[in-house]
């Protein structure tokens, strides 16, 4: 089986190929390497996959439609996993045309894309930032949510809606993935656990928004691949059971599915602090702040459903998670 992966020097993106090409896929890698955040993270990424027998580069850009389409035909893949996108919900605020040209037009181009070649299951990244102003614990596939408080999360989830009217127009088989904070060694350098780490390694001030009161359903990468790996056999069917009058927000008549992907087990930042801490070796210099514009508060992943489906939960703690991350971080930058 060939399977696409957009955004293959991204952290997870990165991941899920090495995962797919130790289970001996062929895999077709698409990333544009822009500088978002440290490019040179992201080549070593790049340099542990390029060389692979099985693997294909194409540096290209999502939002450029002719390189796009170009690669979908020449490679004609079976199975697509779209991980490209503009991340960060508080860049959306400063620098918002990027996340239109690459979570929405991107992200047009790669459906379009996966319509014309009939792609068998197209695998997206959406995220936990869709759930918003909710205030429900733990956030639910079956919850609505309409009301985004960031251009980012507004983007993620026009992708599910537009996902959605091609699974009903041309029975493409679409599956969301709303990730919940993903961390873990070769991580984004803009994500709480580096970022802290970093800051206190280095005997910076961390800055704790909302006054520290903020709490995160962390995921470590490796339950984040093991799930995408279950789920690209696990093609979207048309849900008979599904009610126009009761709409199940999750599934749909049509091949289209949502899942949670989080480790059900919400920390609070203080508490991430500390560990930190303990692995580290050295303590935070802390800065209360108030609420951010554009952050949710609290996140919580209901992942039941996520189990019924593929028979998985997410399962690596919070403190093997980080103990993991801080001795990586240490190995890459001599810290």
Not at 37 to 51: E, F, M, P, Q
Not at 188 to 207: L, V
Not at 308 to 333: L, M, S
Request: proline share 4%; charged share 25%.
């Amino acid at each position: 089986m060939k399977v696409l992966v957009t955004g293959s020097a991204g952290f997870i993106g990165s991941a899920v190929t090495e995962r797919l090409l130790k289970n001996n896929y062929q895999v077709v890698g698409i990333d544009n390497l822009n500088d978002y955040y440290d490019v040179n993270l992201k080549k070593a990424r790049l340099s542990k996959i390029i060389n692979e027998q099985n693997y294909t580069h194409y540096e290209i850009d999502i939002s450029n439609k002719d390189s796009v389409d170009e690669v979908f035909y020449s490679e004609n893949p079976d199975v697509v996993i779209n991980l490209a996108a503009q991340a960060g919900v508080r860049y959306s605020i400063e620098n918002p045309k990027v996340y239109i040209e690459t979570n929405l037009v991107g992200f047009f181009n790669i459906i379009e894309a996966s319509k014309n070649i009939e792609v068998k299951h197209l695998i997206y990244a959406s995220s936990s930032s869709v759930y918003g102003a909710n205030e429900k614990l733990p956030f639910s596939t079956l919850d609505n949510v309409n009301h985004p408080i960031s251009l980012y999360a507004a983007t993620k989830r026009s992708n599910e809606l537009i996902a959605h009217s091609y699974s009903y127009i041309f029975d493409i088989p679409t599956t969301g993935l709303r990730f919940f904070t993903v961390y873990g060694p070769w991580g984004r350098p803009d994500m709480a656990i580096f970022d802290f780490t970093n800051k206190i390694i280095n005997n910076k001030e961390i800055t704790l928004y909302n006054y520290g009161d903020h709490s995160r359903d962390f995921t470590y990468i490796d339950d984040v691949v093991e799930a995408i790996d279950r789920l690209i056999c696990k093609v979207p069917e048309k849900d008979v059971s599904w009610d126009g009058k009761n709409p199940n927000p999750s599934s749909s008549m049509n091949k289209w599915k949502i899942y949670n992907i989080g480790n059900h087990q919400p920390v609070k930042l203080l508490e991430l602090i500390a560990n930190i801490e303990e692995f580290v070796g050295k303590k935070a210099n802390i800065k209360l702040a108030p609420l951010q514009l554009g952050d949710v508060p609290n996140t919580y992943a209901d992942v039941e459903e996520l189990y019924d489906q593929i028979g998985f939960k997410p399962n690596v703690g919070i403190a093997d998670g980080i103990k993991k991350f801080v001795e990586w971080y240490r190995g890459y930058y001599n810290a």
